[in-house]
């Protein structure tokens, strides 16, 4: 279907984003990237091809190449929701840089204030910059907003662990 919407469609973008995530859910980042890139020929600064960049680049290890795209993004759009997330999510778990993560997804929750995304992914910020008991208020918040959501009960754990482990409050 995607090959024949190509043909029909050939200014399309969606059957590149399409393929593009498929190709990031098969674990072929190299080939989400090439979709991705057609896809964005067609429509310049288009935010799903973008983000789908972004996460090809971090699904190889590239994590500077992802900073750089959703640094795009953010300099077209500095209130995207997504791209401020995924940043401040980026820089925190991978120890590029705790305070421009905290700052990106405080940032974020100015902008958005009820998004329980952009709550976990501040709180896990605070945690990975070491700043446990600012994470258990954050993502202690966030859970009682969401008890079911799995990502948020995984990180409020491992920050609960650690603040008895060091005593913390």
Do not use: C
């Amino acid at each position: 279907p995607i090959y024949r919407a190509r043909r029909l469609r050939p200014k399309w973008d969606a059957p590149y984003l399409k393929a593009g995530y498929a190709h990031l859910r098969l674990g072929e980042p190299a080939q989400a990237i090439e979709q991705f890139t057609k896809a964005l020929r067609l429509t310049p600064h288009a935010d799903a091809a973008q983000l789908g960049i972004a996460e090809a680049h971090e699904a190889q290890g590239q994590f500077p190449a992802a900073v750089a795209v959703y640094d795009e993004i953010l300099k077209a759009n500095p209130k995207h929701m997504i791209a401020l997330n995924n940043l401040a999510f980026l820089l925190a778990e991978h120890r590029l840089d705790g305070e421009r993560a905290i700052a990106s997804a405080e940032r974020g929750m100015k902008e958005y204030p009820q998004s329980l995304k952009l709550k976990d992914t501040l709180g896990w910020a605070y945690y990975r910059a070491g700043r446990v008991a600012d994470a258990a208020k954050v993502l202690g918040e966030a859970s009682k907003a969401a008890p079911d959501n799995i990502t948020i009960r995984v990180h409020l754990n491992e920050v609960l662990r650690a603040a008895a482990a060091t005593g913390s409050p």
